[in-house]
C-alpha cells in the first residue's frame, strides 16, 4: 500500500512539478521500499531557491497559504489545495484520537490562526473532523485564558509548553485555584517536555506537578503536513504511515537502528499542491520500532533532540541548544532567557546565554553558574540584562513564534 503510495507520488510530482522533472529520472519507480534510498534527497535550500518550482497545481486551486515560521532562515511559501485541507484534518483528527480525545470533548487553543500559520488551522480542522468544540483563544492574554477556562470548561488545552508554565504562574498569582480547573490534557507543541529516555523534561515536570494534567508531546512541521503524537503511554510520537513515509538516516545516510538517533527524512503522502519527496528536516530524533504498549504496530519519534545545524562545540563539549534550554528551565528562578551563539576570533563558536535581572531577586549569578556547569559540564557565559532586551532577542511581539536560540553564526 504505501509502495504504491510511493511510485503514485513518483508519477504525480513529474508530470506536475518543475522541480521535481528536472531533478528525478524519468518515467521513475520502484519496486521496493527500499529502493527509495536511490532517489535524491530534497532540503531547505531546494525549496528556498525554487519555491514555487514545488507547486503542482494552478494557484487558482490554492486555497490556503501557509508560511514557515522563519526559525531558521527565510520563512517558505507553501500552498494547500481543498483535497490537502480535508488531508489536514484527518491528520488532526487522527492525532486526537491518539491522546483518546472524544467527540463532545471541548479543546482550549492557545495556537494562532491568524499569520499564515499550518498549526492552529490543523488543530481546528481536526476538531471538526472529530466533532468536538473548539475554544479558540489564541496565544492571548493569560486572565482570558482562565477567564475562557472558567467559562466554557474544556478539557483539554494546546499550547506550547512555556505558555502553559506562565499560565500557572499567572493562575498562582491571582489565587485561581488549579485544583479546581478542568482541564484533564494537555498537548504540547513547538517545545519538547521529554528527555531522551521519554520521561518527563524539567520543563514537563514543572506543568505537571502544578496542573494534574495528563501531558501529550507532539513533533510536527509545515512540511512533512503530518504529526507524530503520543498516545496515552508516553513513549514517542506515533508515525501516520497512510499520510507519511519516513526514514532515520545516520550522517552516512544509513537507516538508524531502533533506540537510535538520527536526521528525519520525509516523504510526504497524499499531498495536491506541494509534495515532497525525501525532505531533509534537519531535525535529529530517536526512532523507535518495537510494538508500541498500545498495541499500535507504527513507527515512533522521541523528542527533537535538537537541529542538524543547530550542533554546537562550545569549550570542548558537543551539545544542541535543546540541551542548554532544558538546563536553563531545570533553574526555576530564570523564567525569561535567550542564547545566542557567534563565531570567536579563532572561527569557534562562542556561545552567550542572556537571562533578565528578575532573577536576581530570588536568586544569584553564582548560583546560576554552578547549577549549569553541573547540567552541561561547563559554564556558559551569562550576561544579566533588562526584560524587555530578552523580549526583543526572542521575538515576543514580533515573530509568531519565540526562538529562544539566536544563531548569528
Same mark, same amino acid.
Given at each position: 500500500m504505501?509502495?504504491?503510495?510511493?511510485?503514485?507520488?513518483?508519477? +504525480?510530482?513529474?508530470?506536475?512539478?518543475?522541480? +521535481?522533472k528536472k531533478s528525478?529520472p524519468i518515467?521513475c519507480?520502484?519496486s521496493?521500499l527500499?529502493d527509495?534510498?536511490k532517489?535524491?534527497?530534497?532540503?531547505?535550500?531546494?525549496?528556498s531557491?525554487?519555491n514555487?518550482?514545488?507547486? $503542482?497545481v494552478?494557484k487558482?486551486?490554492v486555497?490556503?497559504?501557509?508560511?514557515?515560521s522563519?526559525?531558521i532562515? *527565510?520563512?517558505?511559501?507553501? &500552498?494547500?489545495?481543498?483535497?490537502d485541507?480535508?488531508?489536514l484534518?484527518?491528520?488532526e483528527?487522527?492525532?486526537f484520537?491518539?491522546?483518546?480525545?472524544k467527540?463532545?470533548?471541548?479543546?482550549l487553543?492557545?495556537?494562532?490562526l491568524?499569520?499564515c500559520?499550518m498549526a492552529?488551522?490543523?488543530y481546528? /480542522?481536526?476538531?471538526?473532523?472529530? @466533532?468536538i468544540?473548539?475554544i =479558540?483563544?489564541?496565544?492571548g492574554?493569560?486572565?482570558y485564558?482562565w477567564?475562557?477556562i472558567?467559562?466554557?470548561?474544556?478539557?483539554?488545552?494546546i499550547a506550547v509548553?512555556s505558555?502553559?508554565?506562565?499560565?500557572?504562574?499567572f493562575?498562582?498569582d491571582?489565587?485561581?485555584?488549579?485544583?479546581? $480547573?478542568s482541564?484533564?490534557?494537555?498537548?504540547?507543541i513547538?517545545?519538547?517536555i521529554?528527555?531522551s529516555?521519554l520521561q518527563l523534561n524539567?520543563?514537563?515536570?514543572?506543568?505537571?506537578? *502544578?496542573?494534574?494534567?495528563?501531558? &501529550?508531546?507532539?513533533?510536527?512541521?509545515?512540511e512533512?503536513?503530518?504529526?507524530?503524537?503520543?498516545?496515552?503511554?508516553?513513549?514517542?510520537g506515533?508515525?501516520?504511515?497512510d499520510?507519511?513515509?519516513?526514514e532515520? /538516516?545516520?550522517?552516512?545516510?544509513?537507516?538508524?537502528?531502533?533506540?537510535?538517533?538520527?536526521?528525519?527524512?520525509? !516523504?510526504?503522502?497524499?499531498v495536491?499542491?506541494?509534495?515532497?519527496?525525501?525532505?531533509? !528536516?534537519g531535525?535529529?530524533?530517536?526512532? +523507535?520500532?518495537?510494538? $508500541?504498549k498500545?498495541?499500535?504496530t507504527?513507527?515512533?519519534?522521541?523528542?527533537?533532540?535538537?537541529?542538524?545545524?543547530?550542533?554546537l562545540?562550545?569549550? @570542548? !563539549?558537543?551539545?544542541?541548544p535543546?540541551?542548554?534550554?532544558e538546563?536553563? +528551565?531545570a533553574?526555576?528562578?530564570?523564567?525569561?532567557?535567550?542564547?545566542e551563539?557567534s563565531?570567536?576570533?579563532f572561527?569557534?563558536?562562542?556561545?552567550?546565554?542572556?537571562?533578565?535581572?528578575?532573577?536576581?531577586?530570588t536568586?544569584?549569578?553564582k548560583?546560576l553558574? *554552578?547549577?549549569?556547569?553541573?547540567?552541561?559540564?561547563?559554564?556558559?557565559?551569562?550576561?544579566?540584562?533588562?526584560?524587555?532586551?530578552i523580549?526583543?532577542?526572542i521575538?515576543i511581539?514580533k515573530? =509568531?513564534?519565540?526562538?529562544?536560540?539566536?544563531?548569528?553564526?
Amino acid at each position: 500500500m504505501v509502495l504504491e503510495k510511493i511510485n503514485h507520488l513518483l508519477n +504525480y510530482i513529474q508530470t506536475n512539478s518543475t522541480f +521535481y522533472k528536472k531533478s528525478l529520472p524519468i518515467s521513475c519507480k520502484i519496486s521496493a521500499l527500499i529502493d527509495i534510498k536511490k532517489l535524491p534527497f530534497t532540503t531547505k535550500d531546494d525549496i528556498s531557491m525554487h519555491n514555487s518550482d514545488f507547486l $503542482c497545481v494552478p494557484k487558482n486551486k490554492v486555497r490556503d497559504f501557509i508560511t514557515t515560521s522563519g526559525t531558521i532562515g *527565510d520563512p517558505i511559501s507553501f &500552498y494547500l489545495t481543498q483535497n490537502d485541507l480535508k488531508r489536514l484534518g484527518i491528520n488532526e483528527r487522527n492525532s486526537f484520537k491518539l491522546c483518546n480525545i472524544k467527540k463532545g470533548n471541548k479543546v482550549l487553543l492557545t495556537t494562532t490562526l491568524d499569520k499564515c500559520f499550518m498549526a492552529g488551522l490543523a488543530y481546528y /480542522l481536526g476538531s471538526q473532523e472529530l @466533532g468536538i468544540g473548539i475554544i =479558540r483563544t489564541g496565544p492571548g492574554s493569560l486572565k482570558y485564558q482562565w477567564d475562557m477556562i472558567e467559562r466554557f470548561k474544556p478539557e483539554i488545552i494546546i499550547a506550547v509548553p512555556s505558555f502553559l508554565l506562565k499560565m500557572i504562574r499567572f493562575a498562582k498569582d491571582n489565587n485561581i485555584d488549579l485544583s479546581q $480547573c478542568s482541564l484533564l490534557k494537555g498537548i504540547c507543541i513547538g517545545e519538547p517536555i521529554r528527555e531522551s529516555n521519554l520521561q518527563l523534561n524539567s520543563l514537563g515536570k514543572a506543568i505537571s506537578s *502544578d496542573l494534574n494534567i495528563k501531558l &501529550y508531546s507532539t513533533y510536527a512541521s509545515t512540511e512533512m503536513m503530518t504529526a507524530f503524537t503520543e498516545c496515552d503511554e508516553g513513549r514517542g510520537g506515533h508515525l501516520q504511515e497512510d499520510l507519511l513515509f519516513v526514514e532515520v /538516516l545516520d550522517k552516512n545516510g544509513i537507516e538508524v537502528k531502533d533506540g537510535d538517533s538520527g536526521e528525519v527524512v520525509i !516523504t510526504a503522502l497524499g499531498v495536491e499542491a506541494m509534495p515532497l519527496l525525501r525532505y531533509r !528536516t534537519g531535525d535529529i530524533c530517536t526512532v +523507535y520500532r518495537a510494538k $508500541c504498549k498500545c498495541g499500535r504496530t507504527s513507527l515512533r519519534l522521541g523528542p527533537v533532540l535538537g537541529r542538524k545545524s543547530q550542533r554546537l562545540k562550545v569549550k @570542548g !563539549t558537543t551539545i544542541f541548544p535543546s540541551a542548554i534550554i532544558e538546563a536553563v +528551565y531545570a533553574f526555576k528562578h530564570v523564567e525569561n532567557f535567550a542564547i545566542e551563539v557567534s563565531l570567536d576570533e579563532f572561527n569557534s563558536d562562542k556561545l552567550c546565554l542572556f537571562v533578565a535581572d528578575e532573577f536576581l531577586q530570588t536568586s544569584s549569578l553564582k548560583e546560576l553558574k *554552578d547549577f549549569l556547569k553541573s547540567k552541561l559540564l561547563f559554564t556558559p557565559e551569562i550576561c544579566v540584562v533588562e526584560n524587555r532586551i530578552i523580549n526583543d532577542k526572542i521575538g515576543i511581539n514580533k515573530n =509568531r513564534k519565540i526562538n529562544r536560540f539566536i544563531d548569528k553564526r
